[in-house]
């Protein structure tokens, strides 16, 4: 058996190629007609999740990772958002997670803002990560403990120390709501479909911070979140705690991420926000 360490390198070595491979099928794919439907949203504990659109592309890029990544690691547990969940990957040491087109949305409009995003799990803590936007043909990756390279560079989180003028990847709307127990100063906003592709960003320094206080899937979070801490960031829930992965239910409460100093400041801010608890599963 591979010691921990080689391990890792060797199942980052695997998802490169894999995300690779399933972004050079989609460059393809996608110039010949596919279908588009739309996926009825789902409950979860926080209540029913949005619909969202789906196509044949990434349906055929979900099979087309499966194949290789779990042909080669059979004894993994495999989590997708688009492979109907299988609970035997709680009792897997390693788990695989993956989402073949992070950005559907972006995908449809030809924007070269969605990614292939594919981590591996173990004991709820990502161990090796790939995520990479085909057309700007950017690969993200990452093993624990060997850093974070964006097509062979390594990267680092910025060290911004003030919120003022951060550059914060989301919508005006959502900062200048009213709702808020403080206002936001002043912040250098942009947008991007994916939120692998986000986090990514926020790895390279390129962006300096992010948060969602909404629930997030694993499959968009377990990858970035340690190339951001490879890169020397700092990602939890919006009060401070660790994430955790491959849970009975796949999603995360809320989300904050950026470089520390930047971190401590949104957790403070954001100090008096109260986020509902999950509500009580009703039985039938």
């Not at 989402?99 to 090796?128: Q, S």
């Not at 009060?239 to 009975?248: H, I, T, V, W």
Request: proline fraction near 9%.
């Amino acid at each position: 058996m591979l010691a921990p360490d080689t391990r890792d390198q060797a199942d980052a070595k695997l998802l490169r190629h894999a995300v690779r491979e399933a972004g050079a099928f989609i460059l393809e794919r996608m110039k010949r007609p596919y279908r588009t439907t739309q996926k009825p949203g789902t409950p979860t504990p926080w209540g029913q999740t949005e619909p969202s659109p789906v196509t044949d592309v990434d349906l055929e890029t979900d099979a087309l990772l499966t194949e290789h990544l779990r042909s080669a690691r059979p004894d993994y547990g495999w989590l997708s958002e688009e492979t109907a969940d299988d609970p035997a990957r709680l009792a897997c040491q390693r788990v695989f997670i993956a989402d073949p087109i992070d950005g559907t949305t972006a995908f449809l409009k030809a924007k070269p803002e969605f990614t292939v995003v594919a981590a591996v799990v173990e004991n709820g803590t990502p161990r090796a990560a790939a995520i990479f936007n085909p057309m700007t043909d950017e690969l993200f990756e990452a093993a624990r403990g060997h850093g974070v390279r964006r097509n062979g560079v390594a990267l680092s989180v910025s060290h911004v120390d003030m919120l003022e003028g951060a550059r914060m990847l989301g919508a005006a709307e959502f900062f200048a709501h009213p709702g808020w127990p403080k206002p936001w100063p002043a912040l250098n906003l942009t947008k991007r479909a994916s939120l692998a592709y986000r986090l990514a960003l926020i790895s390279a320094g390129e962006q300096d911070g992010y948060l969602a206080l909404t629930p997030k899937h694993e499959w968009d979070i377990a990858a970035g979140a340690l190339l951001i801490e490879e890169a020397g960031g700092r990602i939890t829930t919006h009060d401070g705690e660790p994430l955790a992965f491959n849970q009975p239910i796949p999603q995360l409460r809320s989300i904050v991420c950026a470089g520390p100093a930047l971190h401590a400041l949104i957790l403070d801010h954001i100090k008096d926000v109260r986020i509902p608890a999950p509500k009580t599963p009703q039985k039938s």
